[in-house]
């Protein structure tokens, strides 16, 4: 397939993000730059991210991220090949002004446009950094994201499981909170835990032993919130206990999910087991399922931090897959808050 090179951009949650990025399928790609700026400080105040001012910072900074984005990859507007944007789902405010500001560039380049979905981004984004074949078994753990998919090409999933009320991530910021600690939480009680004893209290494993590849967090979240009014309680102990039980469960439901994926791909040797999303950022989780893996002959893939975490360079080579295939999207592709893969 021929390489293309594609300017892409993110802006469904609270980061402003702008990369230009070349390659062909299967990867590894290129990354000729890819800026981030982060919006924590703004919303930090508040605890979480604020929707309002999220979509009102991606209007002031996104104009100069792409602008920074092409001079650091060298390359003018007229060269880039095509211009992708998460088009959802998302922040629906946010989402628009990214995808607007892609249809501009687009119109005034003569440059054709791809309306990225933000979770297939995240999906791809081993093959962005490693190459990573079809079909593979992805855990998509963010702030807004927890599930099991059997991904076979661009456009094609199999849904194994979902969360059936909170995000791993969320469950992470939820505790965090309760804590006293700092938005975002994840990798606070990640640091925290680290010194802590992760037998102290006895948290639930929710949906351990469930048919299906479900999850579930609420159950775990209150149940930290009933212990921190009940007692005094130490705060690296609960951090490690928590992070305990989300290991537990994430392991046991990546299991369930690993043998749906057999049944349906039974002829992979070894496939990939890919982790993305924010959350793969945490090294306990990455540790077990690391070993998880082994033990059921898949071999981990997990993007580098840069590429787990929201980021333009995956959007960029969403494009690129794409346009690969001559998917390319009208200019008046919507804007949207809910789609799912399947
Ligand atoms: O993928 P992401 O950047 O944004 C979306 O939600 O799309 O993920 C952010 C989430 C937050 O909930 C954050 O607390 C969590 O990922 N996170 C972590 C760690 N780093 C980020 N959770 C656990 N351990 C970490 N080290
Ligand atoms: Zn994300």
Known sequence: MRAWTVLGIETSCDETAAAVVRGAPPGPGEILSDIIFSQLEEHRPYGGVVPEIAARAH????????????????????????????????????????????????????????????????????????????????????????????????????????????????????????????????????ELAKTGNARRYDLPRPMRGRQGADFSFSGLKTAVRQLTLEEEVNAADLAASFQLAVVESLIDRARAGMAMFRRDFPREASPAFVMAGGVASNGAIRTALAALAAEEGFTLKVPPIRLCTDNAAMVAWVGIERAGLGLFDPLDAPARARWPLT
């Open 59 to 190: 209007v002031e900074m996104l104009d100069g991220i792409v602008e920074r984005a092409l001079k650091e990859a060298g390359c003018a507007l007229s060269q880039v090949d095509a211009v992708a944007a998460t088009a959802g789902p998302g922040l629906i405010g946010g989402v628009m002004v990214g995808l607007v500001t892609a249809k501009a560039l687009a119109l005034a380049a003569a440059k054709p446009l791809i309306a990225v979905n933000h979770l297939e981004a995240h999906a791809f984004s081993a093959r962005l950094s490693e190459g990573v074949t079809f079909p593979f078994l992805l855990l998509l753990v963010s702030g807004g994201h927890c599930q099991l998919l059997g991904v076979e090409g661009v456009g094609r999933f199999k849904l194994y499981g979902t969360t059936i009320d909170d995000a791993a991530g969320e469950a992470f910021d939820k505790t965090a909170k309760l804590l006293g600690l700092a938005y975002p939480g994840g990798p606070r009680i990640e």
